[in-house]
């Protein structure tokens, strides 16, 4: 038997098992829609946009690692905005009342609203000032230990206390006689975090005053959705609860409160499970809707409906039956796979739907024309099922998790879609159309006329043909890559807006770069920090680095802290605290002041001028830095990490890092860099890599299948044709437009090869058949309107919240569109002209 003979045979089977026992094929049908109705409904949601990425790969895993350890995805962000600085008092009153209400919940921990104390930062650094000091600054110290000096520091205290600052500003004047404070702040306000707050106000307030913070700890990771769900209702209902209580002391309508504003990780997750549970429902739709719409406009008949969409129905079912099995979830990158089976699927019924209504216009019975069909239409179906399948499978040697969960459902819902439609059409018109007379199909898509249009002007359309493709292969090399993995966040996502409106109200820079730095101790993890910020300090001169932020500037190098022991020691008699005090006390008075104003200050003096021994991160403690120091420091039985957050000057370093910052990193042990442009390096050499592979084994793969169904090297290559013309029309066309690739339309390609090649196979067996224009042009016909379906499957698309997806949705169209084009149009022309495979 040969190999079409089998194919033929299968078909056979199957159609002839559908038509024999109509009721239970369509019995189990009703039960595998239930089913799938049930699991569907019971899929989780993959919200982190880093599932999409490689895993085990060591430059993203360093990244993901780094995030996961210094980022803010486990926090949840309470944002006041604050009107104006006549309404700052209103709005940080609104932020104590939502602490205390946020505290109450049983769904948060680490409520924090209010910074701790300024005034215990100041004296906690204060005991220390000396120790900050370098060589000139000690020098400097000096010259201010003199009389002299001191009765003009004074003077310059009582200028302090009678400006117009805040009570704040003056009590912090009274406990820095000695001018302190603005070095060791300047040290503090530079240290590493995603907030840069005006410590003075006691509150997570921005310094630009636009917005002020509570931030919490949820009790659970925002992965879990049902979870975020109560959380946000829980929180929702703080919130309102609290301004209520504001609107009532301040006697204010609620509307004119501060606006409250939720954000973080957990409304990142919590918006991309809504957004992604909308578009399957949207798509999916749209997608049904669309291939109904054009059914019946290809038939005219509504009756003929349910030939349609009961096969699709069961197919999408059984997938979904088994994504949930097989993944048990769907991300944004799978989300889309029910809209693009309902294009594809339904492909299958078409055919042969329009194959088997010929033999009925033809005078055959239901049950001939079913053996017609089968025989005929069924093996084409059969080969572009299996390749279309073989292409999707290819993504399995991809590294991308998205693309191969997304090429798992999609090719194993094309097999279940394929064998429903093997099966229910049978039963379907055996039962409906049994004691009926077939209707002819509309006139629409009557392509005799453009079939005969082509075959009088051969040569031009080839050459046109020829010369387009010609064109788009050297259009290829301006296509460019769009690997910012961020772009493939949804823009309708409101966490991710208010994300970037808090990071930019508090200085953080999403174009950073971190660099991780471990060590065996705390010693050991600042000697090889200092290692990285001396390295930096000439990057930064030379203009290769803006800046860079670093959490030793909280704690001096060690030597330089013996440095300014040593010189206490030296200059005892300069520095004895009780003289210092005696001279600054008569200073104050002379200058009318009350000394007894300052005693806290005055007190402070012995600590300050004759410190226990060197500066430890211990002494930051139970102050405001605290907070900082646990963003920026991770301690754990196998050592400690910290990060140095390197910015890069205004436009630069985007899609990599500075080559001298690379050397660097490499030359200090424990340290490794990371960053989103980093990553993106990464990604274009895995991309490019992943997307020829895959290209290359779908192309070879669907090669081998068509040589194996014609035996024939000739006719492979033949029915690859479309698919040629496909890519490289969509190819040409983006560069044209400047539509990037991305990370996931990138493998639209290798989507293309498998689709595109059906119109070919289904094209080269009619011609194979031999007969009239009148049988091409129906074959036609069933091919443009395949190519509409998908089209309408894979166009739903452009509707999805993330333009990843998106993408994907405008590329395969155009790509299906000029397959189909190539299909209908070229082949037969070729095929004509004597170069018959």
Not at 540 to 548: H, R, T
């Amino acid at each position: 038997m040969s190999r079409v003979a089998r194919g033929a045979a299968l078909v056979r089977w199957l159609v002839r098992y559908g038509h024999r026992h109509p009721y239970p094929v369509l019995a189990a049908a009703a039960v595998v829609v239930v089913a799938g109705v049930v699991f569907g409904t019971h899929l989780a949601f993959d919200t982190d946009v880093m599932s999409l990425v490689p895993r085990h790969d060591p430059v993203i895993d360093e990244f993901r690692r780094t995030f996961e350890r210094f980022g803010s995805m486990d926090t949840l962000i309470v944002a006041v905005r604050v009107p104006s600085e006549e309404e700052l008092e209103t709005s940080l009153r609104l932020v104590d009342l939502l602490t205390e209400e946020l505290q109450q919940s049983p769904h948060l921990q680490h409520v924090r609203g209010q910074l701790q104390d300024p005034v215990r930062l100041a004296e906690a650094v204060l005991r220390h000032a000396v120790l900050f000091l370098d060589e000139e600054g000690l020098a400097a110290f000096g010259k201010q230990l003199q009389r002299d000096a001191l009765f003009h520091r004074a003077a310059d205290i009582r200028s302090a206390l009678e400006a117009p600052h805040g009570m704040l500003a003056k009590e912090l004047a009274t406990r820095d006689p000695l001018g302190f404070l603005p070095l060791l702040l300047r040290r503090v306000s530079s240290t590493p975090s995603s907030l840069k707050i005006d410590f003075s106000s006691g509150y997570y307030l921005a310094e630009d005053h636009s917005l002020a913070l509570v931030l919490a700890k949820p009790v659970r990771p925002p992965q879990d959705i049902g979870f975020d769900e109560e959380l946000f209702a829980d929180v929702t209902a703080r919130v309102e609860r609290a301004k209520a209580l504001l609107a009532e002391e301040e006697e204010l309508d609620t509307a004119q409160l501060p606006e409250v504003l939720l954000g973080g990780g957990y409304r990142i997750a919590l918006e991309d499970a809504r957004l992604i549970r909308s578009d399957i429902i949207t798509n999916a739709t749209m997608s049904v809707v669309g291939v109904m719409l054009l059914f019946f406009l290809a038939y005219r008949r509504l009756a003929t409906a349910h030939v349609a969409f009961f096969p699709l129905a069961t197919g999408l079912a059984l997938t979904f039956v088994f994504a949930f099995f097989a993944l048990g979830r769907v991300s944004s990158a799978t989300s889309g796979f029910a809209a693009l089976l309902v294009g594809l699927g339904i492909d299958f019924t078409i055919v042969m739907y329009g194959r088997y209504l010929e033999g009925r216009l033809a005078g055959l019975d239901i049950g001939q024309a079913l053996d017609v069909m089968a025989t005929f239409s069924g093996p084409a179906v059969l080969l572009g099922a299996v390749t279309t399948v073989g292409t999707f499978f290819t993504f399995f040697v991809t590294r991308f998790p998205g693309l191969r969960e997304l090429g798992l459902l999609t090719g194993t819902g094309i097999v279940l879609l394929a064998v429903s439609a093997f099966l229910l059409l049978p039963a379907l018109v055996t039962l409906f159309d049994r004691g009926r007379a077939p209707v002819p199909h509309s006139a629409w898509l009557d392509l005799r006329g453009v079939l005969g249009f082509a075959e009088r002007h051969r040569r031009a359309v080839l050459v046109v043909w020829g010369a387009v493709t010609l064109a788009s292969f050297a259009l290829a090399p301006g296509l460019r890559l769009d690997d910012d993995v961020r772009n493939l966040r949804s823009p309708a996502n409101a966490g991710v807006r208010i994300q970037e409106e808090v990071a930019q109200a508090f200085g953080f820079s999403f174009n950073s770069m971190i660099i991780r730095v471990r060590g065996a101790d705390e010693r050991e993890l600042f000697e090889r920090a200092r290692a990285v910020t001396e390295g930096l300090d000439p990057l930064v001169a030379k203009g290769v680095l803006s800046s860079y932020e670093s959490v030793v500037n909280l704690v001096p190098p060690l030597e330089a802290q013996e440095r300014a022991l040593e010189w206490l020691r030296d200059h005892a008699d300069l520095s004895e605290p009780a003289a210092v005090r005696a001279t600054l006390t008569a200073a104050l008075e002379a200058n009318g002041l009350v000394p007894e104003a300052f005693s806290a200050g005055l007190d402070a003096l012995e600590s300050t001028l004759r410190p226990a021994g060197p500066l430890t991160l211990d002494a930051w403690k139970g102050t405001p830095v605290e907070e900082l120091l646990e963003r920026s420091i991770r301690v754990e039985a196998s050592g400690c990490e910290t990060i140095v957050t390197v910015f890069p000057p205004p436009g630069m370093w985007r899609r990599t890092a500075p080559p001298e910052l690379v050397r660097l990193v490499a030359t200090v042990p424990g340290a490794a860099l990371t960053g989103t442009n980093v990553v993106s390096e990464r990604l274009r050499q895995v991309v490019w890599t992943d997307a020829a592979l895959a290209g290359g084994v779908g192309l070879v793969v669907v090669f081998l299948m068509l040589l194996w169904e014609f035996a024939s090297v000739g006719s492979a290559l033949f029915c690859l044709i479309p698919v040629a013309s496909g890519v490289a029309w969509t190819v040409g066309a983006m560069v044209l437009l400047d539509f990037p690739l991305n990370l996931l339309n990138i493998f639209v390609l290798t989507m293309v090869i498998g689709v595109g090649v059906d119109y070919g196979i289904h094209v080269l067996h009619r011609l194979r058949e031999g007969g009239s224009r009148e049988g091409l042009a129906e074959t036609a016909r069933m091919v443009v309107l395949a190519a509409l379906t998908t089209i309408v499957g894979f166009g739903s698309l452009v509707t999805t919240h993330y333009p990843g997806l998106q993408s994907i949705g405008w590329m395969t169209s155009s790509g299906v569109l000029f397959a189909c084009l190539a299909a209908i149009v070229v082949l037969p022309l070729l095929w004509g002209s004597g170069k018959k495979p």
